[in-house]
Structures are given as structure tokens and as C-alpha cells.
């Protein structure tokens, strides 16, 4: 599957922002969706991920209660709504998939986009 995310920008401390993650492949439905970010000079780090039939769903504690992953299979995409954001949320963000159950560490994911970058500004 190849993976293309897109959506990120410079925005204001409090602000929004959706991130989207288009896969092409015809079995996409069949992966855990996740997105990680990584941020200068840090390691990539794992922030949401939604298992293959939107049923079940897991975040950083960091970003809990202001990001929600969601997918669309329809239009084979994955979304990272963002809210009240902050600076410490700067990164690139990455989409990934793997199959079977999400995992937090990246090495347990098979496939990577190209990353999008977020600047929170304070």
C-alpha cells in the first residue's frame, strides 16, 4: 500500500487542524491506520492509531481528548483531526499501516508516508 498524507500548516496555539492519509491499494480496508510524528532532533513517536474496521481506537496520552483518528474506506483515507493545539505538537506527521493490531512502536509498521509538517506557533 502507499500511503500519501497531507494537511499540515503553520497554525496558532488553541488552533485546529485535519490531517488526511490517502492510500492507494485495494486492500487498505484490511490495515491498521496510524499516525506518528517526530520532532527536530527527537525520535519518531506514535500518536493515534485505528484498527482496519473503525471499531476500535488508540492514542498518545499526550494528544488524548483533543486527537481523534478516523477513516473514511470509501475514499481509502485516514484522518487526524487536531484541536487545541500546541507548540509542542510541532512535528512532521507521518501516516503509516500494518497489518494486525496497532502498535506504538515504529517498527511494528510496514508502510510509511512521505510525512506533513505541523508548526504550532505560541
Known amino acids: 500500500v502507499q500511503l500519501q498524507a497531507s494537511g499540515g500548516g503553520l497554525v496558532q496555539a488553541g488552533g485546529s487542524l485535519r490531517l488526511s492519509c490517502a492510500a492507494s491499494g485495494r486492500t487498505y480496508s484490511r490495515y491498521t491506520m496510524g499516525w506518528f510524528r517526530q520532532a527536530p532532533g527527537k525520535e519518531r513517536e506514535f500518536v493515534a492509531a485505528?484498527?482496519?474496521?473503525?471499531?476500535?481506537?488508540n492514542a498518545a496520552d499526550s494528544v488524548k481528548g483533543r486527537f481523534t483518528i478516523s477513516r473514511d474506506d470509501a475514499k481509502n483515507t485516514v484522518y487526524l483531526q487536531m484541536i487545541s493545539l500546541k507548540p509542542e505538537d510541532t512535528a512532521v506527521y507521518y501516516c503509516?499501516?500494518?497489518?494486525?493490531?496497532?502498535?506504538?512502536?515504529?517498527?511494528?509498521?510496514?508502510?510509511w508516508g512521505q510525512g506533513t509538517l505541523v508548526t504550532v506557533s505560541s
Open positions: 503509516a499501516a500494518r497489518y494486525g493490531g496497532a502498535g506504538v512502536s515504529v517498527s511494528e509498521w510496514e508502510y
Open positions: 485505528i484498527s482496519w474496521s473503525g471499531g476500535s481506537t
